[in-house]
């Protein structure tokens, strides 16, 4: 009886503690959370801020430059300016550039600039010369590692030198040590690109500015490979990003950025373009859909400027022309001597089906990109061109909807009808999608390819199974991800549809290429009518599969596995001949639909469409085209070494950059003293244009950041909650009973 007396005043008197801390809690802990709740808030808002910043600390400077800081991070002055010029020459299939990128350094200081800019990804950089006033310098082709180890005694000896490095297929730098007080360096590059041709239109795209990347993984710190330290120092490239475990290089591919300048203020990075246009057939139509240009026409020949002659490097520059009708080639052969032997360029374009074949029923899979770097136009883009492909489905069409940024998320559990209730659904969804976070697109695509339909449906009779990409490519992790799709792909599809000014060309055509696909661009919202019924024509149409060529003689032709061509695409294919040309005729065969398709092409004796062993830049095309398919075979298994083995020497035989060649230039006088300290800058891109400024994006491994601070705020909270509820207090009802 005593112990339930002793239960029940115990019970009694937790009530009544009960009652007072609950008192308590209302009246004095929940005051003290709500503020700590609010500190907590403009804290994390702060962070977020600041670690935007760093990005785009140059951001709201009048006049392009970068602010110079020393060592301890203390701004000493301004820093360089940049410009660029580049020239097109085009004829045949082949466009021939050259760039040149000028360094002006306005400061009392000598400098060392670092500039990360972006190339079209088939660019075969084959020369580099550095000008300074009418001194030139040419750049040699060597292997990275040595060219770095020049630069670096000839940046230390106080010798003016420049190094350009590939860092992605599309993503360069280039580093310009000891530029004097008051002096300008030029740095000259001159590459070799394939021309775009499908649907009866050429077109060429020149990148000119880039879209920041997502890095995800953890953070490595700089300086953290002990073999690339001492080559590369502490953060070399003064970028935004440190190294992760996901991306080694991220220090190397985040430039700083600036926002773009008012209409009424000169461009921050300012771009001349010049073109000159010999195709050798007439022309119908020529345009710069995302600039306004300045033509002229001589016999025949378009020389074209800008009409403004300079424009701000905010969004790519894009030129397209489409022949006379009846002009169009249907087949074309360019060839080249180079050393003693003989490159050639097949172009042949498939037959069209005249009648499209009867509808088959399609699982369509739709992956819309919604982090931080699609905000403002892009996101607006990226839900018109899904309001488009909705409206294109068919009732028997299945489909979803997946979303990620720094998570994923999917419509359907698994695809569904494509019925008018799924649709209406679908199209809420769409309405309502908008940019933030990071940009974890793995587990998105893990997501998208292996998704199953429900198991009402036979396995035979699924539908064909197509996954539409809708990104502007911006990370950093790209190999990865090409690993993902060629082991995840079976049976299914991958398109791309690149969003925004300036997408990342490279991973979106790469992409296509591993997941079997095609890909397309759109750069603004006019585009998106005409360029998603583009691609809805193509997944209407079957491909021109099983593709084979056949020569009169062996030849080493890249690539070496056809991809599928799809309705409005020509089949292109580099290749090496040897020590003479062949003749005789090459033969084409493959599948179009259920039927078999094959073309001869006479070679030789004049009779095929381009006989002639002069058309610039192809063997250098066919170097490239090689030198991808080897870097391919690492994608998809091959050792590093193996890879690295075959390319190095094929790119010093051709003098191409590449992953493990770089160009260097030194001009041997002594200019700097050893006294005279020498500062290092980096020359900051221009935000793509329509783009907003993003905030901090967390990546995925440590996108719970933020909620972990809230958790542990709130653990803490209630664990001094519940240790004050639990303090031993005297019982002084049992103690006198006692």
């Not at 503020?35 to 670690?51: E, I, K, N, P, Q």
């Not at 082949?94 to 000028?102: V, Y």
């Given at each position: ?65 970068m602010l110079l800081r020393d060592e301890r991070g203390e701004e000493v002055g301004r820093a360089l300016l940049q410009a660029s010029t580049v020239h097109f020459d ?105 021309l775009d041709y499908r649907t009866g239109a050429f077109s060429l795209r020149f990148p000119a500015t880039i879209t920041p990347r997502y890095m995800p993984g953890l953070p490595l710190g700089a300086g953290s490979d002990p073999e690339e330290a001492p080559a590369l120092e502490v953060n070399p490239y003064l970028g935004w990003a440190l ?496």
């Open positions: 009886m005593e112990t339930y007396q002793r239960v029940y005043l115990r019970l009694g008197t937790d009530a009544r503690r009960f009652g007072g801390a609950s008192r308590w809690l209302l009246f004095r802990v929940l005051p003290v959370v709500l503020l700590a709740a609010m500190v907590l808030l403009c804290l994390g808002s702060l962070a977020a801020r600041a670690s935007a910043s760093v990005q785009g600390e140059a951001e709201g400077r009048a006049g392009g430059h085009i004829s045949g299939v082949i466009a021939t550039a050259t760039l040149e990128q000028s360094f002006r350094n306005d400061t009392g200081r000598w400098l060392e600039g670092v500039y990360a800019f972006p190339l079209p990804d088939t660019a075969a950089v084959r020369a580099m010369e550095m000008r300074l006033g009418e001194r030139r310098i040419v750049g040699k082709i060597r292997e990275k590692t040595a060219a770095r180890e020049i630069y670096r005694e000839a940046r230390s000896a106080g010798k003016t030198a420049s190094l350009v490095e590939q860092q992605r297929p599309n993503l360069f730098t280039s580093r310009v040590a000891n530029i004097a007080p008051g002096e300008t360096v030029v740095v000259r590059l001159e590459y070799v690109q394939q190294p992760t475990t996901a991306v080694a290089d991220a220090d190397a591919i985040s430039p700083l950025q600036l926002p773009q300048p008012g209409s009424e203020l000169a461009p921050l990075n300012p771009l001349q373009v010049t073109v000159r246009l010999d195709m050798g057939i007439p022309l119908a139509h020529v345009e710069a859909p995302y600039h306004d240009i300045a033509l002229v026409r001589r016999a025949g020949v378009y020389d074209i400027s800008l009409a403004n002659g300079v424009t701000e490097m905010d969004r790519d520059f894009v030129l397209a022309w489409r022949p006379v009708t009846g002009s169009e080639p249907t087949a074309a052969l360019f060839n080249e001597e180079v050393a003693g032997e003989y490159y050639g360029l097949l172009l042949v374009m498939p037959p069209a089906i005249e009648k499209a074949p009867a509808p088959l029923p399609r699982e369509i899979v739709f992956v819309v990109d919604t982090s931080g770097s699609m905000g403002g136009v892009a996101i607006r883009q990226a839900r018109n061109s899904l309001v488009r492909a909705l409206q294109a489905l068919r009732p028997e069409d299945y489909f979803n909807i997946i979303e990620f940024n720094s998570s994923h998320r999917a419509l359907y559990p698994e695809p569904q009808a494509a019925t008018r209730a799924h649709l209406q659904r679908a199209l809420d969804f769409v309405k309502h999608l908008e940019a933030d976070g990071g940009t974890e697109m793995l587990p998105a695509l893990r997501a998208a390819l292996p998704m199953p339909l429900s198991g009402e449906l036979p396995r035979d009779n699924r539908p064909l199974r197509q996954v539409i990409f809708m990104t502007d490519g911006a990370v950093g992790n790209e190999v990865a991800l090409f690993e993902e799709i060629s082991a995840r792909l079976e049976d299914s599809r991958l398109f791309t549809v690149g969003i925004g000014s300036a997408p990342n060309s490279w991973f979106m055509r790469e992409a296509a290429r591993f997941g079997r696909g095609s890909h397309i661009h759109i750069g603004n919202l006019d585009e998106v009518e005409t360029k998603m019924a583009v691609l809805f024509e193509q997944l209407a149409y079957p491909a021109a599969i099983d593709l084979q060529l056949d020569w009169p003689l062996p030849v080493e032709a890249w690539p070496q596995r056809i991809p599928d061509l799809y309705r409005g695409e020509p089949l292109l294919v580099a290749v090496k001949y040897g020590a003479s040309l062949p003749a005789g005729e090459v033969q084409v065969t493959g599948r179009l639909g259920d039927k078999p398709w094959s073309q001869r092409i006479q070679l030789g004796n004049g009779q095929d469409p381009v006989s002639a062993a002069g058309h610039r830049g192809v063997a250098s095309v066919w170097a490239r085209q090689k030198i991808a398919g080897l870097l391919d075979q690492q994608v998809r298994g091959r050792s590093a070494d193996a890879v690295r083995a075959d390319v190095l020497p094929l790119a010093l035989q051709h003098q191409l950059l590449s992953p493990y060649t770089s160009f260097v230039a030194v001009e041997e006088r002594i200019r700097r003293t050893e006294d005279t300290a020498l500062q290092k800058v980096a020359v900051p891109n221009t935000r793509p244009r329509g783009q907003v400024a993003q905030g901090f994006a967390y990546p995925r491994t440590a996108t719970t950041g933020p909620a972990k601070i809230w958790l542990g705020a709130l653990l803490v909270l209630l664990g001094t909650l519940l240790r004050t509820l639990r303090q031993p207090e005297a019982d002084h009802v049992a103690a006198r009973r006692d």
